[in-house]
């Protein structure tokens, strides 16, 4: 079992920049690909940035050049940069593992993320 913690969401104002942070712990070593999804109301979950183990990212179009995804292996931490923020960023932002030998997925609890003036 994989557990993801994630922190960092809050009220930002137009243009404002927040930064997440997932912590992951437990059988980490199945893990290949860690990220970060998002869930508007009344919208589905949607991809926003992944990396692989070997440091591949992808990114959804709407946040490239925005949002930077990016890990501290020490720390089996992920992270996500948000800067120019705009009010369709507002959304629960969750952290997601894969493990693609057993096609397990773990999530985290969310962390909303509000911008808004």
């Known amino acids: 079992q994989v557990q993801l913690v994630e922190s960092g969401g809050g009220l930002v104002q137009p243009g404002g920049s927040l930064r997440l942070s997932c912590v992951a712990s437990g059988s980490i070593f199945n893990i290949n690909v860690m990220g970060w999804y998002r869930q508007a109301p009344g919208k589905e979950r949607e991809m926003v940035a992944t990396m692989t183990n070997g440091g591949t990212t992808t990114y959804v179009n709407s946040v490239k050049g925005r949002f930077t995804i990016s890990r501290d292996n020490a720390k089996n931490t992920v992270y996500l940069q948000m800067n120019s923020l705009k009010p369709e960023d507002t959304a629960v932002y969750y952290c997601?593992?894969?493990?693609?030998?057993?096609?397990?997925?773990?999530w985290g609890q969310g962390t909303q993320v509000t911008v808004s003036s």
């Open positions: 997601h593992a894969v493990a693609l030998s057993s096609m397990t997925h773990y």
